[in-house]
């Protein structure tokens, strides 16, 4: 998908690039604080956030 960040994804952007979304979301680290969304690289959102684990 190029420079966009999960967070500019949409929603037709999604069947287009599963593959890739599945490499993404494969065991988070990090949540967007804008839009809830999850990656495990800080690269992926525009807000990302540290999850912690418990």
Known sequence: MGNKT???WRRHDIPE???VLRK???KPKF????CARSAN???YLCQ????KKE
């Not at 949540?31 to 804008?34: A, P, Q, T, V, Y």
């Not at 990302?48 to 999850?51: H, R, T, V």
């Open 6 to 8: 999960l967070c500019e």
């Open 17 to 19: 690039h599963l593959g």
């Open 24 to 26: 993404i979301i494969r």
């Open 31 to 34: 949540i967007c604080g804008k």
């Open 41 to 43: 690289d800080a690269d």
């Open 48 to 51: 990302p956030l540290k999850l």
